[in-house]
């Protein structure tokens, strides 16, 4: 069984910044790819930024320049780091692990950008 549990998420002022990072426990082949994404309320679930086990990365165009994703393989670790933040930034950000073999998700966590 192969559990993703993020961390990091909290409250933040615009400008500021926040990391968080999704551990992946269990059995995953190490070529996948890493990512995160965002659901707003009323919103639907967006791409944010993904990063292959090759270390390939793509952003949304809303965050290019402010997020860097990164992941550590041998600890089968992702991160995200968000510089800049936008009240606009504030979702739930869920992790998710997928290869042609398995597509997982995290429960996700709370980012809020607000004064």
């Known amino acids: 069984q192969v559990q993703l549990v993020e961390s990091g998420g909290g409250l933040v002022q615009p400008g500021g910044s926040l990391r968080l990072s999704c551990a992946a426990s269990g059995s995953i082949f190490s070529i996948n790819v890493m990512g995160w994404y965002r659901q707003a309320p009323g919103k639907e679930r967006e791409f944010v930024a993904t990063i292959s086990s090759g270390g390939s990365t793509n952003y949304a165009d809303s965050v290019k320049g402010r997020f860097t994703i990164s992941r550590d393989n041998a600890k089968n670790t992702v991160y995200l780091q968000m510089n800049s933040l936008k009240p606009e930034d504030t979702a739930v950000y869920y992790c998710?692990?997928?290869?042609?073999?398995?597509?997982?998700w995290g429960k996700g966590t709370q980012v809020t950008v607000s004064l």
């Open positions: 998710n692990v997928r290869n042609p073999s398995y597509d997982y």
